[in-house]
């Protein structure tokens, strides 16, 4: 009982100490000690309650000064918007904020609710809380060297490290409470907190850019949060009742709709899709535990828990509809894309919108392969988005052009970039078999759209990561060494994420029977062999040569200086290979560039007809569960 307070607590105390402490070594130690007793908390939770029998367990009936407590933040956060909203002139901003705040302390005052526990431990909430406190502790100790690196080589920014720093733990105990939380009240409580924090770490560096990429961020996640408030009434006036568990039960569209909303924005579906896009001006840690960890996982974790009241409905049907359509379009825009952030934030939003989609089907097989996806992008995506810090601070650019022969002048991020890019679509790491099962699903519920969707934007997916991983093993040997300036901090953290990567391919089969399973099993009371024996044998066997990236990397590095041949530049070779001279006597630099199918793909000619699109079918499904509301 006393552990999953302790889950929230761990990480907000560290945030206290980690911003009182001004020294830069310190700061790292309480880093890691707290990063150490959020994992190991986790791991006695869920230790205990296998040890117990493996059923849901169900605490705090009555914490009415919690409840109070809980209320007077949410009005001081309510103050904080308004008081940013007027100090950047972005006023319309506070509507949003003000309005969902008095609804929600209004229906707590006024309407009584029936006594229901307030938190729920059960399978899905503790594989939040492990993909949580490690993927999102793991981005933690990487910020200790990476910011060290980042204001060296952005003498511009003001050093806020230690803000910055604690803004990422208190981001994780929200997140904690999040998932634990069995009622609305609560999960809109933690909700609301997870949308302020991504908008005070979007907006670190107080450029004019990061500051209306921030607001762009929080407008758009409260709206979403109104979403969540007005379900919060129609619950509250129609059942007197905020439990979850009871919503999915009595299947009122109305309000699986405004939560549905509410998920949709938080997991940057489109047409709010380009908040995470925005993203991007922050700093990496931020960037990793955005759109890997945390805040977009809260999004679909909502759309998960919804899943067994979409099947077979409008909502269901609009969900899957939106994140089908996501999938693939943002799929096609990663193709324009040279930016590695760009890449892996189109590519996020692109999985997300595969995993909405599985939530939308609402039955067993599409939620089996929805959990899979999360667990593997959490773990791949974080550890690209380090690498790619990582690897701009050694190098002084992200884009994927500047990585050619990257194998060659930094190999040991080379081989951890190459791990995580591999994870995202090659065999036999789980995002490509999550796709097959969430594929085949589709095919038996005889949605076409959702068919063609998969496929070509699948079919997209493998172009931009085989583009970018073939610049990665391009054998252009450098004309001078690189520096590589990646500190310790750093290093661990990708490798642990690299190893648990290996590992979550080696115990698939483990995985399967005793983690995603079981949340199925809560989630819709049975479950089905989703991989048949045959199949599983058949995974052994692509399990074999799950080391086989690395390995040939690795390879490729040793081999290069022997097999390395002279390129051929129709002028004549400086010496380097990396310069000649033209026909007209003028030196040369070599430079190879990509396709990158800008004017077909390209984001400004893609996003808006996505956003009208999406924009068009979300107006029209409210216009008629509201039709059906008032008739």
């Known amino acids: 009982m006393y552990l999953i307070p302790a889950l929230a607590l761990i990480p907000l105390l560290g945030a206290i100490f980690i911003f009182l402490d001004r020294d830069t070594q310190s700061r790292g130690y309480i880093i890691y000690g707290t990063v150490a007793l959020m994992m190991a908390c986790t791991i006695m939770l869920v230790g205990q309650w296998i040890l117990q029998g493996g059923q849901p367990w169900h605490f705090y009936t009555h914490t009415e000064w919690l409840d109070h407590i809980m209320q007077a933040i949410e009005v001081l956060l309510m103050l904080f918007i308004i008081y940013m909203s007027f100090k950047y002139k972005k006023r319309w901003v506070c509507i949003l904020s003000i309005v969902q705040t008095i609804l929600t302390l209004w229906i707590e005052q006024t309407i009584p609710l029936i006594e229901s526990t307030h938190t729920t431990v059960?399978?899905?909430?503790?594989?939040?809380c492990v993909i949580c406190a490690f993927v999102g502790g793991l981005i933690g100790i990487y910020s200790v060297g990476y910011m060290k690196s980042y204001h060296e080589n952005h003498r511009g920014v003001t050093d806020r490290s230690s803000l910055f720093l604690a803004l990422l733990f208190v981001f994780m105990s929200a997140m904690f409470g999040l998932v634990l939380s069995s009622n609305l009240i609560w999960m809109y409580f933690f909700w609301e907190i997870t949308s302020v924090i991504s908008f005070l770490l979007i907006g670190y560096t107080?450029?004019?850019?990061?500051?209306?990429?921030?607001?762009?961020?929080?407008?758009?996640?409260?709206?979403?949060?109104?979403?969540?408030?007005?379900?919060?009434?129609?619950?509250a006036i129609q059942s007197h009742s905020v439990q979850l568990d009871q919503i999915v039960s009595n299947g009122n569209l109305m309000v699986i709709g405004m939560l549905c909303l509410a998920g949709l924005t938080k997991s940057a579906q489109l047409p709010f899709s380009t908040w995470l896009f925005g993203a991007m001006v922050a700093p990496t840690p931020s960037s990793a535990l955005l759109h890997s960890a945390t805040m977009v996982k809260a999004g679909v974790y909502l759309l998960i828990r919804l899943a067994p009241a979409l099947y077979g409905n409008l909502c269901g049907t609009v969900v899957a509809f939106i994140g089908g359509f996501t999938f693939i379009t943002t799929s096609m825009m990663a193709i324009a894309q040279n930016d590695a952030k760009k890449v892996l934030a189109f590519s996020t939003i692109s999985n997300l919108g595969l995993i909405v989609a599985c939530a939308g089907i609402g039955v067993e097989q599409t939620v089996w392969a929805a959990i899979f996806l999360m667990i593997f992008h959490s773990v791949s995506k974080s550890m690209l988005f380090e690498s790619v810090g990582a690897?701009?601070?050694?190098?002084?650019?992200?884009?994927?052009?500047?990585?050619?022969?990257?194998?060659l002048r930094l190999p040991k991020l080379a081989y951890i970039m190459g791990i995580g890019i591999a994870g995202m679509y090659l065999a036999p790491f789980g995002m490509l078999i999550s796709k097959w099962v969430a594929l085949k699903a589709f095919v038996d519920s005889g949605n076409v759209l959702l068919v063609i969707f998969i496929a070509f934007g699948s079919a997209s997916t493998m172009f931009y990561w085989t583009k970018w991983l073939g610049k990665l093993i391009a054998m252009h040997k450098p004309s001078k060494p690189e520096k590589d300036a990646t500190r310790k901090d750093e290093y661990f953290s990708m490798s642990v994420l690299g190893v648990i990567m290996i590992l979550l391919c080696l115990l698939f089969p483990l995985l399967a029977g005793f983690v995603v399973n079981p949340v199925v099993?809560?989630?819709f009371g049975a479950t089905q062999d989703v991989l048949s024996m045959s199949e599983l044998t058949t995974m052994v066997i692509m399990v074999c040569s799950v080391l086989l990236v690395p390995s040939m990397m690795f390879l490729i590095t040793r081999m290069a200086p022997r097999d390395y041949v002279p390129t051929y530049m129709n002028g004549i070779n400086m010496g380097d290979n990396s310069h000649f001279v033209d026909s007209m006597g003028e030196p040369k630099k070599l430079y190879l560039s990509n396709w990158y199918l800008r004017f077909e793909f390209g984001r400004r000619r893609l996003l808006k007809p996505s956003q009208v699109v999406a924009a068009s079918v979300l107006i029209v499904t409210f216009a008629i569960l509201l039709g059906g509301v008032i008739g």
């Open 122 to 128: 059960d399978s899905l909430a503790l594989l939040m």
């Open 206 to 235: 107080r450029t004019e850019e990061a500051i209306d990429n921030s607001f762009k961020a929080l407008w758009m996640n409260l709206l979403g949060g109104l979403g969540f408030a007005v379900a919060i009434g129609l619950c």
């Open 391 to 407: 690897t701009e601070n050694s190098i002084g650019s992200r884009d994927i052009e500047h990585m050619h022969g990257l194998i």
């Open 521 to 523: 099993l809560s989630l």
